[in-house]
């Protein structure tokens, strides 16, 4: 009887961690010397992670009738148990990670988000970057294209008169681009001119052929 009271309130802990709980990760940790469990739980807590060693059959009894029923299967040895609220891939991440250079951390499986996965699963799982990293980077591909809208309006701005508007800055490129067409008329004058003069000059040397003509006339009814 005083072994049952015993263990009731560690299996009201385990359910009371497992409610609000969005993945948990099972792992071995049998070799581990105290520093390296010390420094393997600084990490899991500084990444929002809850770490514990309890007994199989108490996880088992706290399990009953949830997702994480699903580790029942993985019982078998020491076992510690790392669970996450928020950020669901964290004890991925970290153990996965840990385990690279602390040979005698073992990974056996995890439930996330109602999904159970095995090692290899739990390998993939630690691939996924953390929830700030994804937002980082989200606001990266955000901010590139709105820098470079800002950047075009500086230049716009820097072009147009003080007082004056974008249309009025490209006023004097029109103003120029109008100017030869305004000049065009003036050259046309200018090269009709000779023309105009040639076709004048016969016209005054009409009268004097005339003079000439009259005075042989005149002559010739002198003669007569």
Do not use: C
Not at 22 to 47: I, N, P
Not at 95 to 119: Q, R
Not at 147 to 176: H, M, W, Y
Not at 203 to 221: H, L, Q, S
């Amino acid at each position: 009887m005083a072994k049952v009271e015993i263990k009731a309130p560690i299996v009201d802990e385990i359910s009371e961690k497992i409610k609000n709980a969005h993945a948990a990760v099972l792992v071995d940790h049998r070799g581990l010397t105290v520093e390296q469990d010390t420094q393997l739980r600084r990490q899991l807590r500084e990444a929002g992670v809850s770490y514990k060693v309890y007994k199989n059959t108490m996880m088992k009894r706290a399990f009953e009738g949830t997702d994480f029923a699903e580790l029942d299967k993985l019982l078998d040895g020491p076992s510690a148990l790392a669970l996450a609220e928020d950020d669901v891939t964290a004890p991925a991440r970290v153990l996965v990670k840990y385990a690279k250079t602390v040979d005698k951390l073992e990974i056996k499986g995890a439930v996330i988000e109602g999904t159970y996965y095995d090692v290899k699963g739990v390998e993939e799982l630690a691939k996924v970057p953390a929830r700030e990293e994804l937002l980082g980077r989200l606001f990266g591909s955000w901010k590139s294209p709105l820098s470079n809208f800002a950047r075009v309006l500086n230049q716009i701005a820097e072009k147009t008169p003080e007082g004056g508007t974008a249309a009025d800055a490209t006023a004097p490129a029109e103003e120029k681009a109008e100017a030869p067409a305004e000049a065009a008329p003036a050259e046309e004058k200018a090269e009709a001119a000779p023309a105009e003069e040639k076709a004048e000059a016969p016209a005054e040397a009409a009268p004097a052929e005339e003079k000439a003509e009259a005075a042989t006339e005149e002559t010739k009814k002198e003669e007569e």
